[in-house]
């Protein structure tokens, strides 16, 4: 069958303030920064705690993810390091069609920090499956493709299928995406984490 990509909008803001599930770095110098993520994705995925009770994440009163509030540290991630959340999301089929690819990109925005800053705050934030960091953009990594979790057929989301993704901040300059020891004040900037999905067309028309 044919498949289309489409990209809506719809969803809630996500706060990071501190915590860690997994660190890689050769320091743990905390940082006072946070980070404000609005998520944008089509209205045929729900997004929930993937943890019962939740954990890292806050809900709302029907059990949607609402902010990720990893840790509940005041101190916000840490800096020159790997900052990581696994497995902290459940992204769920809520159509009646399979799901061929799920993508993810940041798109940071800011009347104050420079077009260079705001490449590196978008480098230094990556979607994860499990411990893996997957490539953003539509021509990046396909969650369904790199997530040991998804059960049904090779790369598929079948309409009820759940697949778990997370977080990480690389603040490691030397060897990471970007030159960012820290991100920048979390009031100068604004950051939209975009799902793109690529699926079947359903008879109904989804």
Sequence with gaps: MPTRRQTLFALSNFFIVGGVLGVSATTTTQSTSGASFRIVAPDYLSLTAANDPPIHVETDSSGYVTRLTPGGDENGVNKRAITRFEDIVSLTNVSEADIDGVYFEFDVTSDSLSASTLEDVEAALQVTAGDEALAPGTD?????????????????????????FGLQLNLIPWTGPSTLEDLPDPEAYSATLRIHVERESSDSGD
Excluded: I, Q
């Design 140 to 164: 990046g990594d396909d969650l369904l493709d790199v997530s040991t979790a998804v059960s049904g057929p090779e790369g598929v989301l079948e309409p009820g299928e759940s697949v778990p």
